[in-house]
């Protein structure tokens, strides 16, 4: 993977992808081997949004290459309460890390961030954009449980504001999976992630529908997404479809018996606590896979900022 900033999966190729997917699987199996691959170096974290396994798990995968991690901390105690702006933040960050990760509210930040930084950038999320690193954890997920070749995939719930979604639909189009979208109308994909992906050659395997019902026997993974309330402009809107997408252990009465159930988390009802101790359930160790993933992006964008030096 020769990038020097990883923004958005549509920057991913099928080959870039399954770099990214070998290398952590290698490191899964034997993580002593990379124990000290990065020792002294440091990983600046920029998260202008809270976070728990997004942040977490990037500081537990630069520690156990062998580097660090330096926190700006939240935005209440930072620069950025006294007006400081994205572009001068990250200018002066970059002069104490070795790479860095950003999370942003505003949709199209971690490009403009890029703009302004030599060292490599990673976007962990931007608003309702993108988040490339999560996209890379589900595909590992969906790879060891289900495959990656011939995939007939379910992403329900809300595929307007979920940055998850668009990455993990644009990321699919690569290897030609069966993607069906499921969502109440108001929060159907967006039509250009729509055009975006018949433009990539993946359209004529994209079919929307508002229930689950008629497609949940055929499929090999459901990906279960919250409806997300800080992304709603109007908490009206918001109130029409919450709780609405709901699965328990009858709702998937007529799944396959190999259905592999993920979800990106937090979740809040929308997936029952009765399914986690099904053999259905994969979102927790999809969480879990956070660490070895971003362990393997971290050390191929390092080692190719190593081979430029």
Same mark, same amino acid.
């Given at each position: ?91 002066? /960050?970059?002069?104490? +890390? ?6 942003? &509210? ?13 060292? &490599? ?6 608003? +309702? ?10 595909? !590992?997920? /969906? ?17 307007? !504001? ?7 639909? !644009? ?42 019902? %008629? ?29 609405? !997408?709901? /699965? ?15 979800? &990106? ?43 430029? %030096?």
């Amino acid at each position: 993977m020769r990038h020097d900033h990883l923004i958005t999966s549509k920057q991913l190729s099928r080959d870039d992808v399954e770099a990214v997917l070998d290398r952590a699987a290698e490191i899964d199996a034997d993580p002593a081997a990379v124990a000290d691959r990065h020792a002294g170096r440091l990983l600046g974290l920029l998260f202008f949004e809270p976070s728990t396994r997004t942040k977490m798990s990037f500081e537990t995968a630069m520690k156990r290459l062998g580097g660090d991690v330096v926190d700006m901390g939240s935005v209440e105690s930072s620069s950025v309460k006294k007006g400081e702006t994205l572009a001068d933040t990250v200018r002066v /960050i970059e002069g104490y +890390a070795d790479a860095l990760v950003l999370r942003h &509210p505003r949709q199209g930040a971690a490009t403009m961030a890029s703009e302004f930084v030599d060292v &490599p950038l990673l976007n962990a999320g931007d608003g +309702a954009g993108h988040h490339p690193t999560q996209t890379l954890l589900d595909l !590992y997920t /969906i790879r060891q449980n289900a495959g990656l070749e011939d995939l007939t995939i379910g992403i329900m719930g809300d595929l307007k !504001y979920g940055r998850t979604v668009h990455s993990l639909a !644009y990321a699919l189009a690569n290897f030609d999976a069966h993607q069906h979208f499921i969502s109440p109308e108001s929060l159907q994909l967006p039509r250009e992630v729509v055009f975006d992906l018949h433009q990539q050659g993946g359209g004529g395997q994209i079919r929307e529908h508002d229930s689950l019902s %008629e497609v949940l026997p055929s499929l090999d993974v459901l990906y279960v997404t919250r409806i997300q309330r800080e992304r709603f402009p109007d908490e009206s809107e918001y109130q029409k479809v919450a709780g609405e !997408y709901r /699965i328990d252990t009858e709702t998937l009465e007529t799944a396959s018996d190999d259905l592999t159930v993920m979800h &990106p988390l937090p979740r809040v009802d929308e997936i029952a606590p009765e399914i986690d101790d099904t053999d259905y359930a994969a979102y927790f160790e999809q969480a879990h896979n956070g660490v070895p993933v971003r362990m393997a992006i971290l050390d191929l964008l390092l080692e190719g900022g190593e081979n430029d %030096e």
